[in-house]
């Protein structure tokens, strides 16, 4: 069975949605829609499956959502938990379905769905004058947010990486989905194969916002008692709500238990890789003469900027230096910049991280590095956003390419925020060197 996992790239979606299919099966897609930075569903990965009938586009797909804990999680007045979403289409004039919509306009109408405050979409809400409304909506967004980060955040990577509630991880092989699991992005091939095609993209997008999550937890914590219940809403049913407690400490050590298991994978890879090395396997000669071509480009090009070499001879593991560009921010540093590659490269990405710490909005706490390659499957695209990644400093302000919370706040703030920030930045630069 032959799977093909895209990103949608127009208008600056390349972070926002990703889909997969069956080539033999193209009418039946699964997607991944990011919940919007600044809502109770902020950074939450949720799926979705689309059916497309014969008849389409004169009538609309079938669209469920199967993020839902299997069956137990209701996730706004649009996302049931039986799966159903409930769109406006065939309503009011001028919200009627139109043969004009494809896949990428229905993708972002379910991402709209995912308000800042889903409560006033609620049947029966008054307004934000009324009292009641105003005590459920903030149990509503804070009830959302908890299970955004259990439901959407944890639990599928619990399953990718085969880590049981009792923090041990089995070898991914035997894995089977646990009742607490929901682990939806996957196909079962026709010999039994278990394939999860966003995997990858969660594991990244879980490194890069890290912090974000666990800052999260640190807001929404004091608003809650450890175990307090979640408060049912007057419109949930029997099989259609949210229930459930709150326990912001056990999430926050299961974040960190996901991360840990990450990290151990990422630093297993260039261990398979010398294996694949050794039986001359196709991906390991690609790599190195991928990486010949680059230092012969650098060569040519009399690049003194970055400096690259394969740690122990290894194609699955590179090392960038990188000496701060005269003239700007970064001037004087020297940063070691290490490349984890995957023996099943480029399905999964390369993992970079940044040493020493370098207080830069596009690099977390832990130096995990996010950048944006132009090509994917080519490592010379990804050098080259690196580098650029780590001396951009004038970009637009988008929540979804920042992993550092605090320097992002600073960079994003007032003139006196600015300057803070390049001041912290050049200490991190200066220490590069000592």
Request: net charge negative; aromatic share 10%.
């Amino acid at each position: 069975m032959q799977i093909s996992v895209c990103l949608l790239l127009k208008q600056g979606l390349l972070l926002t949605l990703a889909v997969a299919y069956k080539d033999s099966d193209i009418r039946n897609v699964t997607a991944i829609v990011l919940g919007t930075p600044g809502t109770p569903y902020q950074f939450g990965l949720f799926e979705f499956s689309i059916s497309f009938g014969t008849d389409y586009p004169a009538t609309p797909p079938i669209v469920q959502i199967t993020t839902t804990n299997g069956g137990r999680c209701r996730f706004g007045p649009n996302l049931y938990a039986g799966g159903k979403v409930c769109f406006t289409w065939g309503g009011q004039r001028g919200e009627e379905w139109s043969s004009a919509q494809g896949l990428e306009s229905i993708l972002i109408s379910i991402q709209s769905l995912m308000s800042n405050n889903p409560y006033e979409n609620e049947p029966g809400y008054q307004g934000a004058h009324a009292p009641e409304d105003q005590e459920n909506s903030q149990a509503y967004i804070e009830k959302i947010r908890h299970e955004t980060l259990r439901i959407a955040v944890i639990q599928p990577l619990e399953s990718s990486l085969g880590i049981q509630s009792d923090g041990t991880v089995k070898p991914s092989e035997s894995k089977n989905i646990g009742e607490d699991d929901d682990c939806d992005d996957s196909f079962d091939d026709e010999d039994g194969t278990f394939f999860e095609p966003f995997a990858d993209l969660r594991k990244r997008r879980f490194l890069w916002y890290f912090d974000s999550y666990m800052q999260a937890i640190k807001e929404a914590e004091p608003q809650v008692r450890r175990r307090q219940r979640f408060e049912t809403m007057p419109f949930e049913t029997e099989d259609n709500c949210m229930r459930g407690h709150f326990n912001y400490p056990e999430l926050r050590r299961r974040l960190i238990r996901v991360k840990e298991a990450i990290i151990k994978e990422t630093h297993n890879w260039p261990i398979e890789g010398l294996e694949a090395k050794k039986q001359e396997a196709s991906l390991a000669v690609s790599l190195q003469s991928q990486y010949e071509q680059i230092v012969e480009d650098f060569k040519h090009r009399h690049n003194f900027t970055v400096d690259l070499r394969l740690v122990h001879e290894n194609p699955f593991l590179w090392e960038l230096i990188y000496f701060g560009r005269p003239m700007t921010q970064l001037d004087g540093g020297v940063f070691k910049i290490k490349i984890y590659l995957s023996p099943r490269f480029p399905e999964e990405q390369p993992r970079v991280v940044v040493e020493p710490e370098l207080f830069h909005y596009r690099v977390s706490k832990d130096g995990t590095l996010c950048y944006f390659p132009k090509r994917t499957e080519e490592m010379r695209h990804h050098i080259e956003a690196i580098v650029e990644a780590l001396e951009e400093e004038s970009a637009p302000y988008d929540p979804r390419t920042t992993v550092n919370p605090e320097a992002s706040k600073m960079f994003w703030g007032s003139p006196e925020d600015r300057k803070n920030y390049n001041r912290a930045l050049r200490r991190s630069v200066q220490k590069s060197v000592e």
